[in-house]
């Protein structure tokens, strides 16, 4: 058989064709060496977002299936509602008691999440395990090519491949009509060629090709990872419909089934998407591997002929790029690395793998998430944004290529849509206690996560652009470029978990930007960045030229100019207007620290855009210029006895060093994407422009603005010792223990009214409203629905009496008065734990006989249990018991309940309890059900106890 071209017959054509396709095959007439050629990409980067993805599927299933088991998900919800009910407030001592009373239901959730992250994980590992032995299975039958086997070996030499990492050569017989490389985590890979392909062994134009595109995904040494992705596309969406059967058999397509379905599917197609994209850069990097042998031209007419036979468009997940775009990319040079969709996929799978690790972490260590939930949170995040970023970018700037403004927006761009979609699809589960708020508040932390996504993509820029222009020789310095990256990133991100939650209240902000922020240490990691930046550019390794001429002077007189400017006028205006009062003080020292911060920023700005001396000496002068105005305007408090202590001096320094972080956070992104532009070459005239009058005019201008006027909205006045006290109403009152009453306390007290009188409407509703002073804060006046049970069935009959309270029926016809009271709790976040109450006083026209409460006895002892059937079909089942009744009024009586509604997964359960107290003419009757919690015996006690006392007036 011959090639196209050669009067090759259709057959030939489509086998060739298939091979390229399946395989990604290139030509090569004269391979120069495998030792000129540039080895194919190593794309674990690519890889790790990819599993990232699907650790965030996992966890989101993990939340779908705790929310569906009913048995996992409603007691957590009714811990929700009652320890936020018991524990109200945000002062820290309410929060700590709240989250030690939740901790326990909330890790049992956090385990499920866990559970089904590693479910993912071991499900691409089944995957890794599973399809090289499908692979396998494939070739039950094999040729023998002697030839075929002797001239693989000759490649495998030629590309250097020892032997512990040199492939197998399996020829398989028809119907196999693609070339591919297969094999499992152990042992050596396997290279399968079709028999059209391997017969032809003698013919370098017809088998190198095939081979050394093969050898290029064996010489990435990632053939394994490859064979699970190629099933990662299947994985994630048939995961989360798993999880949600429970949902959807109880409970039907319902919002919470919807939501974490939406959620899933997003971080599916990205997934999906992920695998796809990676799967077609690989096939491009082999194919450049093998045209990089000296015959792209038949590589290129090869994969154009393949393009003439019919395929099903599948553009997006195809995992083989097209056959005539591979052609035309052969014919030029290929696209760096770091384009705007690599950052979008970059920062959309780095905010979603965050906002799952935020919520799994705040789930498993409640009680200390705040010390420990956002370091895992925005440590995933930076990580997965330098692991994605910088390993392009450093490609990218290697091979000269601009628009770095691609990358940096794509990143923002990805990092905010994802973040908008993480809170408007939360995880299951978690929408109970971090609910959608508004648009506006998820429009605008979408935002804010999307520029500080910019801005560490901006970091990674400009580390990327100094590694490749200084060549540091050593493989330690690139080492810690990465880990300088990282740990900048988690300065840049760390506001993010807690300014998102309280963007609400801009005065939190404030107090939070100005008083806990700095103290925290971590936004200190950002000092790596000029601390790397500025040995950097000493020179690194050894091997490559040092710049001549690092700091001139013009350079060092507008540091020195922008320091006497910023902190002299601090000090100055402190002398000229001292504070007289704490508020007064509070307010010039935010405006000293804040004239600090913008010092070193105008120096940055200057220098990086007038002076153009790039940016990474300009960010190291800013810096300097930042700190140094810090201790100025420190010595001077000390001096004056201002600053004592510890706590003063974190202040001065570390709040004009964090807020200066973040003021160069926000601008490298634009600073980074400009086109480089040389410096001008000092000439002997000296007419260079000197960047000292612009810095003194912006440093003039900002202090006058700063000092002047002020920056409105920038002050944040001293906290209170406890903030929400001064707001929150007063503590409710405690509900007394029921004392120990006696057979005769029922006697009339003098000077008070006999509690058996007949009792006109007023006194009737005042008795009914004294309960509202024993019931603790957390409950609300209900409005009175009447009796309700009358459209229910009871089964069985026997029970009717008991379960609609007819033995009271005969005392209608002398009732004079009744009047009712309803209280229940406020709703919880959960809405699912509640407790009621329903008082009923009635003042009969005769006094009410000892009989009716022994009618109510016997209607007890004659049903054990009875249901209630509603008109829609719902049953509610009740078991009848008793506890002893309080020793109040003449007689006393109680019946208890325990409540069943639903089965199984549905089931719902409660207590309830109605007591009767006599007392001559009147009868007073308290009604408590508890839904999801326990029956409080203490308050009904202490409201049965107020409701008879309510009779003396």
């Known amino acids: ?207 190198d090709p095939v081979v050394e595109h093969e050898l290029a995904h064996v010489l990435a040494r990632d053939v394994a990872w490859a064979s699970a992705v190629r099933g990662l596309v299947w994985l994630p969406v048939p995961a989360v419909l798993a999880a949600g059967l429970l949902e959807v058999a109880f409970f039907g397509l319902n919002a919470t089934y919807l939501t974490a379905l939406g959620r899933a599917a997003v971080i599916a197609v990205s997934t999906a998407l992920l695998a796809a994209g990676l799967l077609r850069r690989r096939e491009r990097e082999a194919d450049r591997y093998a045209a990089e042998a000296g015959h792209a031209a038949h590589l290129a007419a090869l994969l154009r002929a393949g393009a003439g036979r019919p395929t099903r468009r599948r553009r997006l997940l195809a995992r083989h790029p097209d056959p005539v775009a591979r052609a035309a990319t052969l014919g030029r040079p290929a696209e760096p690395p770091g384009s705007w969709t690599h950052g979008l996929a970059v920062g959309a799978v780095a905010m979603l793998a965050m906002s799952s690790a935020d919520a799994l972490v705040r789930d498993l260590f409640l009680t200390v998430q705040a010390t420990v939930g956002p370091p895992v949170a925005v440590c995933v995040g930076s990580v997965l944004l330098t692991v994605g970023l910088l390993p392009a970018l450093v490609r990218r700037a290697a091979a000269g290529a601009g628009g770095w403004w691609r990358p940096v927006l794509g990143a923002g761009t ?37 520029s500080l996504a910019a801005a560490v993509a901006g970091l990674c820029v400009l580390l990327a652009r100094l590694v490749v222009a200084l060549r540091p020789g050593s493989v330690g310095w690139r080492s810690a470029t990465y880990l300088v990256a990282a740990a900048a990133g988690v300065a840049v991100l760390w506001p993010l978990p807690a300014v998102a939650s309280v963007l609400a209240d801009g005065e939190v902000v404030r107090g939070w930007l100005v008083f806990a922020l700095p103290r925290t240490g971590w936004p200190l990691l950002a000092l790596l960045v000029p601390v790397l930046v500025g040995l950097l550019l000493r020179g690194a390794g050894e091997g490559h030229r040092r710049p001549e001429r ?68 300009a960010l190291t002068a800013g810096w300097v210029a930042g700190v140094a105005a810090a201790l100025l305007q420190y010595l001077h408090a000390l001096v004056t006895g201002r600053a004592d202590g510890l706590g003063t001096a974190e202040a001065h320094l570390l709040a004009p060093l964090v807020w200066l972080g973040y003021l160069v956070a926000f601008t490298l992104p634009f600073l980074v994407s400009r086109p480089p532009v040389p410096a001008p070459v000092p000439s002997s005239s000296g007419n260079t422009r ?129 009047e009712r009271a309803r209280y229940a709790t406020v709703p919880g976040p959960a809405a699912t734990a509640s407790t009621e109450l329903v008082i009923e006083i009635r003042s009969h026209a005769a006094p ?104 003396t007036g």
């Open 550 to 617: 690092r700091w001139d002077r013009p350079v060092v007189a507008a540091v020195l100019i922008a320091v006497l400017i910023g902190a002299g006028s601090a000090v100055w205006w402190t002398q000229l207007s001292p504070p007289g009062t704490l508020a007064e003080a509070n307010r010039l020292a935010q405006q000293r620290w804040l004239l600090c911060a913008l010092t070193g920023w105008a120096v940055l700005l200057v220098l990086a855009v007038r002076r153009r001396t790039g940016v990474g000496r």
């Open 414 to 450: 990805g990092f905010a849509v994802a973040a908008f979609i993480a809170i408007a699809l939360p995880v299951p589960g978690s929408s109970g206690v971090s609910a959608w708020t508004d648009l506006p508040a998820a429009m605008l932390t979408a935002a804010l996560a999307g």
């Open 1 to 207: 058989m011959t090639w196209p071209g050669a009067g090759a017959t259709r057959d030939d054509r489509d086998t060739a064709a298939d091979g390229m396709t399946g395989g990604g095959r290139g030509v090569g007439d004269g391979d120069p060496g495998a030792g000129s050629r540039v080895p194919p990409d190593r794309l674990g980067w690519l890889y790790a977002l990819v599993l990232a993805s699907l650790v965030s599927v996992g966890t989101s299933a993990g939340g779908l299936y705790f929310v569906a088991d009913r048995s996992l998900s409603r007691p957590w919800a009714a811990a929700v509602d009652v320890c936020t009910r018991a524990h109200p407030g945000r002062a820290a001592e309410q929060t700590t008691v709240r989250d030690r009373c939740m901790a326990g239901q909330f890790r049992r959730r956090g385990v499920v999440m866990f559970a089904g992250a590693g479910i993912a994980l071991g499900g691409a590992a089944v995957l890794v395990l599973v399809l090289p032995l499908a692979d396998r299975r494939r070739l039950r039958r094999r040729l023998t090519v002697p030839g075929a086997q002797e001239r693989f070996a000759d490649l495998c030499d030629r590309n250097r491949l020892a032997a512990r990492h040199r492939p197998r050569l399996v020829v398989a017989a028809p119907p196999v009509r693609q070339a591919y490389t297969t094999g499992g985590v152990l042992g050596r890979p396997t290279v399968v060629l079709p028999a059209a392909v391997a017969v032809a062994h003698a013919e370098p134009a017809r088998f």
């Open 690 to 818: 000197s960047p000292v009058p612009a810095v003194a005019l912006l440093a003039a201008l900002l202090a006058a603005m700063v000092l002047g006027p002020g920056i409105p909205g920038a002050y944040a006045p001293l906290p209170l010792a406890d903030p929400t006290r001064a707001a929150a109403p007063s503590a409710a009152p405690v509900v007394p223990p029921a004392p120990d009453v006696t057979a005769g306390s029922a006697r009339p007290i003098p000077g008070r009214p006999e509690p058996g009188r007949l009792l006109t409407r007023a006194e009737a509703r005042r008795a009914a409203g004294a309960v509202r002073a024993v019931l603790p804060r957390g409950w609300r006046v209900r409005p009175d629905r009447g009796d309700s049970g009358g459209g229910s069935r009871i089964e069985p009959s026997a029970c009717r009496p008991l379960a609609e309270d007819s033995y009271l029926d005969r005392l209608g016809e002398v009732e004079r008065v009744r």
């Open 848 to 951: 009410v006989p000892a009989s009716v409460l022994a009618e109510a006895e016997l209607a007890r002892r004659a049903c054990p249990g009875f249901t209630a059937r509603g008109r829609d079909g719902s049953a509610v089942r009740f078991a009848v018991g008793t506890r002893p009744p309080p020793v109040l009024g003449e007689h006393s009586w109680r019946v208890d309940y325990r409540l069943t509604a639903g089965s199984g997964q549905t089931r719902i359960t409660g207590r309830s309890a109605f007591v009767i107290v006599q007392a001559g003419h009147n009868l007073v009757t308290v009604y408590a059900s508890a839904i999801s919690e326990p029956l409080n015996e203490r308050l009904l006690g202490a409201a049965v106890e107020a409701a008879v006392a309510g009779l």
